[in-house]
């Protein structure tokens, strides 16, 4: 069945570190790709997103690419910030089938000053 | 921006008692969902509604789970009979028509079975 695999965590980086996250998936259709953010004792919040195979989504310094040869959708963020400490979480969906999201495990993100 | 609301933000709630969490999703979304969250672990699909009933429900969804959307805004769902291990986040969602928007998230309800 479908399926997102995350790098486990937790990962501690100090600040204005290079990060990266690994995420993989396994999917039977066209998935668009996701990455959902969750700071302490909050909700999810979307971060990013790509709907097709090369597309790059990006926001608030973080990037991911959807490298549909490698089923890849790795997220990365050039100099990470005490604020940046969270979970995330790495997801897909198929359309079709509903809309039904399906999650990787998370990764824990902490930074240090 | 337009949210989703979910009440309460914590419910502490006997074993055996029934609960229902609330939700009111984005007003001009279609689609609905609701998730779950162990503490510490991954967040599981449990059920999506669409046009008035389950499209599709996770192993998870058993009998002592239902979803209902009595007024055209909020969204419920409830457990008959709760265990302990329902102890969890749970999270509502909305999404829109257009296929890659992703979901807009609740900010989560967290129930306590003791």
């Known amino acids: 069945g479908d399926s997102v695999t995350q790098m486990e965590g937790p990962v501690t980086l100090s600040e204005e570190a290079f990060l990266t996250i690994n995420c993989t998936y396994t999917a039977t259709g066209y998935p668009s790709l996701f990455w959902y953010v969750q700071y302490p004792g909050e909700g999810l919040q979307l971060l990013l997103k790509a709907t097709k195979a090369d597309d790059k989504g990006s926001n608030k310094g973080f990037e991911a690419t959807y490298r549909k040869e490698t089923t890849s959708f790795h997220l990365e963020k050039g100099s990470v910030q005490v604020s940046d400490s969270a979970v995330y979480f790495c997801?897909?969906?198929?359309?079709?089938?509903?809309?039904?999201?399906?999650f990787g495990q998370g990764t824990e993100l902490s930074v240090k000053p | 921006e337009p949210e989703v609301t979910q009440t309460p933000s914590h419910q502490v709630t006997q074993m055996g008692q029934e609960v229902i969490l609330r939700c009111v999703p984005i007003s001009n979304h279609l689609y609905f969902y609701w998730y779950r969250q162990i503490l510490g672990q991954k967040v599981e699909f449990l059920v999506s509604f669409y046009n008035n009933e389950i499209s599709e429900k996770s192993e998870i969804f058993d009998d002592q789970f239902s979803v209902e959307r009595p007024d055209g805004s909020n969204f419920t769902l409830k457990i008959r009979s709760t265990k302990l291990e329902d102890s969890a986040m749970y999270f509502c969602?909305?999404?829109?028509?257009?296929?890659?928007?992703?979901?807009?998230f609740g900010s989560g309800t967290r129930l306590t079975v003791v």
């Open positions: 969602a909305s999404l829109g028509w257009a296929a890659g928007d992703g979901y807009t």
């Open positions: 997801a897909l969906m198929i359309y079709n089938q509903g809309g039904k999201l399906i």
